[in-house]
């Protein structure tokens, strides 16, 4: 047997305590990061994904589209709500690359900080807002994934400043700033594209509820073996994430001949990636798509870095529900989903592993 940062990697798994395996690494409190660190050859078996799909293959002729925001209006509109429609995926070019460098390199700093500094921010239970853990299904999910995470509920209650690690403060909160233009502006454009006034979904709080997940995939000794982030749909409303140069996000997109492929979204600099989460697909009653996604282990030397905003409605409450957009209804399109508060919504997220596809089929009428 031998050990790799506090967890055992045994030469049999059927005897393997799993229970207490994951115990063991999150009372480690330095993350995946502190298994590359400990030099690991091999993966611990609580990352070893029994059936993994392959990782590659997609054609290379297909490709996420790739819009222009400083198109006229009506092109952007048409293009970006074609892309939401038809794949549920696109990159925007946003020429804003000082500030992305700034702040993935921040992220790294923080992740690559010695041990016994970032474990000080090590929590399952956010504090204020803020937590830095590893999985955030780690107890719910079969198998672990290969990455770190830190998380910021940026709304609609901002955390303490204080609460931010402060090798990333700075930078994450002039992040957050910049996104919710870009999510103003993409709200704006799908709104239209619904055929609705460009203020409709930021009218209905969208811009609010926002969760900043600032993950770090470390290099893996067997990426063949596990994931960075298993495949799922993002459950709120937009998405809009930025990467690195490294690559190994990829999307499940359906071919011609109904066969389902994974396509890369690759790394293109000085874009930002935006998906459509379950939410949008069900008040858009199914003009915008939830696209499936997942994050592959990283096989390079280089760890990887991504930042994903999350974009939820701020309005909660008992009173406030959520649902196909009733300009969206007709007697012709009858609503596909019944309506629900955001209690109802977020608590089906959780009860589920983030790895379903469930939250969507729950909701269906
Ligand atoms: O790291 C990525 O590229 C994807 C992250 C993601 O899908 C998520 O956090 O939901
Ligand atoms: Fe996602």
């Known amino acids: 047997m031998k050990t790799n940062a506090g967890v055992k990697v045994m030469a049999s798994p059927d005897n393997f305590d799993r229970a207490a395996a994951l115990k063991e690494f999150d009372e480690a409190k330095t993350g995946v990061r502190g298994i590359f660190e400990s030099g690991a050859t091999t993966l611990p078996p609580i990352f070893r994904h029994p059936v993994l799909r392959p990782r590659s293959s997609s054609p290379s002729s297909v490709s996420v589209p790739t819009i222009d ?54 929590s399952r239970s956010p504090e204020g807002g803020v937590s830095y853990s590893s999985n955030v299904d780690l107890y719910r999910s079969s198998a672990a994934s290969w990455r770190d995470t830190i998380q910021l509920v940026m709304g609609p209650t901002p955390p303490d400043p204080a609460r931010i690690p402060p090798v990333c403060r700075e930078e994450l909160l002039a992040w957050d700033e910049h996104v919710v233009k870009v999510g103003r502006e993409l709200m704006g454009l799908l709104s239209e594209g619904l055929g609705a006034d460009a203020g409709l979904l930021e009218g209905m709080s969208c811009l609010e509820g926002r969760v900043m997940v600032c993950h770090y995939y470390p290099p893996c000794p067997e990426p063949e073996s596990t994931v960075g982030l298993a495949e799922h749909t993002d459950p709120g409303v937009l998405t809009v994430l930025v990467q690195d140069s490294v690559g190994g996000l990829q999307i499940k997109w359906k071919q011609d001949d109904g066969e389902f492929v994974w396509v890369d979204v690759h790394p293109v600099p000085g874009a930002l990636v935006i998906n459509v989460g ?18 592959l282990a990283s096989s390079h030397q280089q760890a990887r870095v991504s930042i994903a905003t999350f974009f939820n409605p701020g309005k909660r409450g008992e ?47």
């Open 319 to 365: 009173s406030v529900f959520y649902g196909p957009l009733p300009a969206l209804v007709s007697p012709d399109k009858p609503a596909k989903y019944r309506n629900f508060t955001m209690t109802e919504f977020m608590g089906t997220f959780f009860k589920g592993q983030l790895a379903s596809r469930s939250l969507v089929e729950h909701f269906k009428l």
């Open 69 to 122: 925001l400083s198109l006229p209006r009506p092109d952007a509109v048409a293009l970006a709500s074609a892309a939401a429609r038809d794949w549920g995926f696109f990159q925007v070019v946003n020429h804003n690359l000082p500030l992305f460098d700034r702040t993935i390199s921040a992220v790294r700093a923080f992740h690559e900080q010695p041990p016994s500094v970032r474990s000080a921010f090590y």
């Open 278 to 295: 379950d939410l949008l697909q069900i008040m858009s009653n199914d003009t915008y798509k939830s696209v499936e996604h997942r994050v």
